[in-house]
């Protein structure tokens, strides 16, 4: 008899206990799919994914300024859109993913999409848009275009956006999906591979940054969009080769009827009293629930309206005894903490915009400032988007520095708790150095002015002050990122019920979504106030003759009391808890800043 429940524990074991399956639809085997196998194929493709899209949107406000003839806050304003656009796309590749398609086919169908988008900017730019040829270097200006060749310009880029923004939360989620968080040793490798996922992401727009950067700053920008498509070509074969070792999640239906039916179930019972906890509450017990399979979530304090949607009352229980059960009255208590759950990190997630605000200055502002400053190195002339070299650099040394030294230490200290600092706290810390990244840029920006003023006040860029001074703002970017956007991707994949995972991924893109359209809508609003007939703005064509420094410490005071809000709203949140793997409850206990 022990040995038949050897045997028995030792074939459940097998498999997965997460409810994965792999590519027939089968549950997953442990051995022979998933983990770092599936896992390192995902991280190798977002690297050369990563290559493509930085190679079009590290340069592209220089492509814009020198290509297209925009003054640079347009440019500016351009870049934060079409950035911005990528993102909100996140929640259209999220809302597949988690409702109809599942990650693996919405993750290939999209990469398509940006492989196309990639094919047809480079024939444009290099038919269309470089004219004269050897035009869009620094010292050669484009000529005009027509209306037909700009559209087919933005045709593009806003393809390389669906195709990308699609792409991005669900191929997060679905390399989390190849770790079981049910088996100790996996659900370490699972928090591991956020960190990794991050670095890849840095470490493929590494080369987009400098060798491709170099290349697009000297006016060969139809080579550098050419490689960016051969990259995302190679990202799509290698995640296609991967097909058969994954494992998958199945989707969940769609996550808005649900939604509606608690809040209509609940408007419903508006006058109902409820009793105190969760009594007289609607329980469904196990996973097949209406959400294929995913674990049960359990009662939680507060929203207690939402609460009156699960609530059995007497016409509940005849229908109930008839064999009919109507969901738009009765919700069981998962799907109203499914609700709940989104609720709760809504004011977290509503505090990293202003976060992103600071981060993409790095893609917009941080370039036109180092345009303008002295670039040549000996012969060498360092292109201005390559500085953000050093941010990718600070980027790899911080996921090392928090992995190996920083978590270790902190776990040493606390007693109860040896996992380290905890995702909301890393993503107060990431507020707290962005502060100091504006400070940085500022003060650079001040001694920019004033050698810019000393040499010749009316050159557009000219500066002695050397472009190398910038490196102290970007490491201090790379510093943040790592605590605030891989805080953040482990925070919203864990917080996030199970049939929601990649809305999770996509709550963190959206927010660099809306942190770069607030940046577009602060560039315009403090252009409008501070122009006047004696000044051209803070940011004007030329910065010599504005005050870029400013703006980069209203950011900074901005920030600050974004931080004051973030710490009273992550003092309040409440952690998800789950139904454990054997039925006990599983909290996902995440410490409060």
Not at 117 to 137: A, E, M, Q
Not at 467 to 486: D, T
Not at 543 to 559: P, V
Request: proline fraction near 3%; hydrophobic fraction near 40%; include cysteine.
């Amino acid at each position: 008899m022990a040995c038949l429940e050897g045997k028995f524990k030792e074939e459940q074991e097998d498999f997965t206990l997460d409810g994965t399956v792999d590519c027939y639809g089968r549950p997953a085997i442990r051995a022979k799919s998933g983990q770092w196998v599936a896992g390192s194929i995902i991280l190798l493709n977002q690297g050369l994914a990563t290559l493509a899209f930085f190679g079009v949107g590290v340069n592209l406000v220089l492509f814009l300024t020198r290509v297209l003839q925009q003054d640079n806050a347009e440019a500016a304003n351009s870049v934060s859109k079409w950035t911005g656009t990528v993102y909100i796309f996140s929640l259209v590749g999220a809302f597949l993913s988690d409702s109809y398609w599942g990650r693996y086919k919405t993750c290939a169908i999209f990469q398509v999409i940006f492989v196309l988008g990639l094919v047809t900017l480079s024939l444009s730019t290099h038919h269309f848009l470089i004219r004269p040829r050897g035009c869009g270097d620094e010292q050669t200006p484009c000529g005009s275009h027509s209306t037909m060749e700009i559209g087919l310009f933005y045709v593009s880029i806003y393809l390389i956006a669906l195709g990308n923004g699609g792409y991005q939360p669900n191929i997060a989620t679905f390399g989390a999906d190849q770790f079981d968080e049910e088996n100790p040793k996996e659900g370490y490798s699972k928090v591991a591979f956020f960190s990794y996922f991050y670095l890849f992401l840095n470490v493929g727009s590494l080369f987009s940054n400098t060798l491709l950067g170099y290349f697009e700053d000297e006016g060969m920008w139809a080579l550098g969009f050419w490689v960016s498509a051969g990259s995302a070509f190679a990202a799509l074969v290698l995640f296609l080769g991967g097909s058969s070792r994954y494992r998958h999640f199945k989707p969940s239906g769609n996550p808005i009827s649900r939604f509606c039916q608690v809040l209509a179930a609940a408007t419903r019972k508006w006058r109902v009293r409820m009793p105190q906890g969760e009594e007289g509450l609607y329980v469904v017990y196990g996973k097949d629930m209406s959400m294929n399979g995913n674990r049960r979530l359990l009662y939680s304090h507060g929203f207690k309206f939402l609460d009156k949607a699960a609530y059995i009352s007497s016409r509940d229980i005849d229908e109930q005894k008839q064999g009919t059960h109507n969901p738009w009255r009765l919700c069981p208590i998962t799907q109203v903490e499914e609700v709940k759950c989104i609720l709760r990190l809504l004011p977290i997630w509503l505090c990293t915009i202003l976060y992103s605000v600071v981060f993409t200055q790095m893609a917009s502002l941080f370039v036109e400032q180092g345009a303008a400053m002295k670039t040549e190195v000996s012969n060498f002339n360092v292109p201005p988007a390559s500085m953000s070299s050093f941010d990718i650099i600070s980027v790899a040394a911080f996921i090392f520095f928090n992995r190996r030294i920083l978590d270790p230490l902190v776990g040493k200290l606390r007693k109860k708790d040896t996992r380290g600092l905890t995702e909301l706290q890393r993503m107060g810390i990431g507020l707290v150095i962005a502060i100091m990244a504006m400070i940085s840029a500022g003060i650079v920006e001040c001694y920019r002015l004033k050698y810019a003023q000393k040499d010749c006040p009316h050159c557009k860029g000219s500066s002695s002050l050397s472009i190398f001074w910038q490196i102290p703002q970007y490491a201090f970017i790379g510093a943040s990122e790592v605590f605030m956007y891989v805080g953040q991707l482990e925070f919203f994949n864990a917080q996030a019920p199970d049939g929601l995972k990649s809305f999770g991924s996509a709550l963190c893109m959206t927010s660099i979504s809306l942190g770069n359209y607030v940046s577009s809508l602060l560039v315009t609003i403090v252009m409008k106030i501070s122009t006047t007939d004696h000044m051209p703005g803070w940011i004007p064509g030329n910065l010599n003759k504005g005050h870029l420094d400013r703006f980069y410490f209203l950011l900074a005071g901005l920030t600050t009391a974004n931080l004051v809000v973030y710490v009273v709203c992550a003092r309040w949140y409440k952690c998800i808890k789950l139904e454990g793997k054997f039925g006990e409850e599983d909290e996902q206990d995440n410490s409060k800043v």
